[in-house]
C-alpha cells in the first residue's frame, strides 16, 4: 500500500512557495496514494506561538490545503496534537538517533543561528518529530519542497535504524518526492533567499489570501537586474531574481523553464511581469476567496479536522501498539 503523509506548519502567512512546492503537488497525486494531511501544531510550537494565532493558524492552513484542491473526504485531515501517538514515537525515536545525525541538520543551524545554547530542545528535535510524523502511519511517500529533503533523509536513517535495532523490517523507508519547475521558490526582494513565512518583508511573498491589488504591487516591486531577459536558459546563470519569476511563471502556467524562456525571450522586466501577475491573480484569487469563505465557517473546517484525527487516530493507535510491542514495553 503507497501511503502519502506530508504536513505544513500553521504559523502564519502561507505562501507562494507552500503552494508550489507542496499542496499543489498533494493535489496532483491525491487520486493515486492513500493520503494523510497534517497541520503539524507540534512543530509550530518549536519557535513562541500566541495561542489565539496559532488556533487561528491551524483553521487557515486546513483551509488552504480545501481551497487547493485536496478532497475532505476522500484524504485525512487533521491537526498533529490531536493524535497523541506523533509525540510517543518521536520519544522512542529520539533514543536511537544519534546526536551527530541531529547536528548535521542545516535548518536547526540557520533556525538557531547563533544563539545555539538559548535554542529549544524541541528545535533541535524536530526532524525527529516529523520522521515519527511520517512513520506513525508508515508512509511511504512524502511529497515536500527542495527545503525538507535533509529531514527526509534523517527519516529514512531513523526507521532504518528502528528496524535494525529490533530486527524487524516494520518501518517501510519513505521516498521523498520532490517535483515541479517551483521545488524552491525564492523570495520577490532577494533571488538568493527562499520565500519564508518568517520574513519580516511582507514583499517577500505572495501569501495565498492576497487579494489581485496586493499580488500585482508585490510582483510589480520584485527585485530584478537591469538586462533584458535571456534568450535561453543557460542567460539565467548568475541572475537568481530572472530565474526565480521565470521558474514562477513557468510553474503557475504548468509550463517547462525553457519554454518559459524561449516566451520571453528578450523582453522587459516590466512587459514579463504583467504576464506574471495575470497568471498569480488567476491561480490564487480563487484560493485566496475560498479559503476566506471557509474561515468564516469554522464549524466545517473544525468537523473536517474532527473526522480527520478520528481516523488518523485509529491507524496511529494500531501501529504505536505494534512498536510498543517490538520495544518491549509491558502493556499488562
Ligand atoms: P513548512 O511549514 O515550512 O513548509 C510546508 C511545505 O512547503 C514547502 N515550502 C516550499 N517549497 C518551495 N519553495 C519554498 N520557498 C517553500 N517554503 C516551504 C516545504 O518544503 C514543505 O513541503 N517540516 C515541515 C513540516 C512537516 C512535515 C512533516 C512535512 C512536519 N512533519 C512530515 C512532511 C512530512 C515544514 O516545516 O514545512
Excluded at 498533529?80 to 541538520?105: A, D, K, Y
Excluded at 531574481?241 to 519554454?259: S, V
Excluded at 473546517?301 to 512498536?323: F, I, N, S, Y
Aim: proline fraction near 5%; include cysteine; aromatic fraction near 8%.
Amino acid at each position: 500500500m503507497n501511503r502519502i503523509f506530508s504536513g505544513i506548519q500553521p504559523t502564519g502567512n502561507l505562501h507562494l512557495g507552500n503552494y508550489l512546492g507542496a499542496i499543489r503537488n498533494w493535489v496532483k497525486l491525491q487520486r493515486d496514494y492513500e493520503c494523510i494531511f497534517c497541520i503539524v501544531d507540534l512543530h509550530a510550537i518549536t519557535v513562541p506561538q500566541e495561542p489565539a494565532a496559532l488556533r487561528a493558524a491551524t483553521r487557515e492552513v486546513t483551509a488552504a490545503y480545501i481551497a487547493s484542491g485536496i478532497d475532505a473526504e476522500a484524504c485525512t485531515i487533521f491537526n498533529q496534537s490531536t493524535v497523541p501517538g506523533h509525540s510517543e514515537l518521536s520519544w522512542i525515536f529520539s533514543c536511537i538517533t544519534p546526536l551527530g545525525w541531529l547536528n548535521r541538520m542545516t535548518q536547526f543551524k540557520e533556525k538557531a543561528g547563533k544563539q545555539r545554547d538559548n535554542a529549544g530542545l524541541g528545535l533541535y528535535a524536530y526532524p525527529v518529530l516529523m520522521a515519527a510524523d511520517i512513520l506513525l502511519y508508515k508512509g511511504t511517500h512524502v511529497p515536500v519542497g527542495e527545503d525538507q529533503k535533509q529531514h527526509l533523509e534523517l527519516a529514512r536513517d531513523i526507521a532504518g535504524a528502528f528496524n535494525r535495532r529490533y530486527g524487524v523490517e516494520y518501518f517501510p523507508l519513505p521516498e521523498p518526492q520532490i517535483f515541479g519547475t517551483a521545488t524552491r521558490v525564492m523570495s520577490l526582494r532577494d533571488g538568493t533567499k527562499k520565500m519564508s513565512k518568517s520574513d519580516a518583508s511582507e514583499f517577500s511573498r505572495l501569501n495565498l489570501t492576497d487579494g489581485a491589488d496586493a499580488i500585482a504591487d508585490k510582483i510589480r516591486k520584485a527585485k530584478t537586474d537591469p538586462h533584458p531577459l535571456p534568450e535561453a536558459a543557460e542567460g539565467l546563470a548568475g541572475r537568481p531574481e530572472a530565474e526565480n519569476l521565470l521558474g514562477i511563471y513557468a510553474a503557475l502556467t504548468d509550463k517547462t523553464l525553457e519554454a518559459t524562456v524561449a516566451e520571453f525571450a528578450g523582453a522587459q522586466f516590466s512587459t514579463f511581469k504583467g504576464a506574471l501577475s495575470d497568471v498569480a491573480v488567476a491561480v490564487l484569487g480563487p484560493i485566496g476567496a475560498e479559503m476566506k469563505r471557509l474561515m468564516d465557517d469554522p464549524g466545517y473546517v473544525d468537523g473536517v479536522l474532527r473526522r480527520g484525527a478520528e481516523k488518523a487516530g485509529t491507524m496511529a493507535a494500531r501501529h504505536l501498539r505494534e512498536v510498543q510491542d517490538l520495544v518491549g514495553f509491558l502493556r499488562p
